[in-house]
């Protein structure tokens, strides 16, 4: 009995760190996706506001001019970053979560 309990408070473990890998992947994603809305946005502010500009809406090119693109490429990357701080904040959470677990059981690392 005490070996199924042991290997259920391994598998727990497993699960808890698999789930924080998964959110620093996603951390990661998010913030090339933030660096890349930074470079539009930073590339489109040196032209004129009346210049065509192209955005992908829903999988549709659409044309608009600079100056309505940059604000939604501006909102939309202080999005991004409110998204981050979220993922950031959960991330810490389940690493202290993980630590006190590995700590309880007194679980060895690899």
Do not use: C
């Amino acid at each position: 009995m005490a070996d199924v309990n042991e290997q259920q408070v391994v598998a727990q473990y497993k699960g808890m760190r698999t789930e924080i890998r998964q959110l620093a992947e996603k951390l990661a994603e998010l913030e090339l996706e933030l660096n890349e809305h930074q470079r539009v946005a930073e590339t489109l502010k040196s032209l004129e506001g009346n210049r065509r500009a192209f955005r992908m809406v829903g999988g549709v090119l659409v044309e608009r001019t600079v100056a309505e693109v940059v604000p939604a490429v501006v909102s939309n990357g202080e999005g991004i970053q409110k998204v981050m701080g979220q993922v950031e904040e959960l991330l810490k959470q389940k690493e202290a979560a993980a630590n006190a677990w590995q700590t309880k059981y007194n679980i060895k690392s690899q």
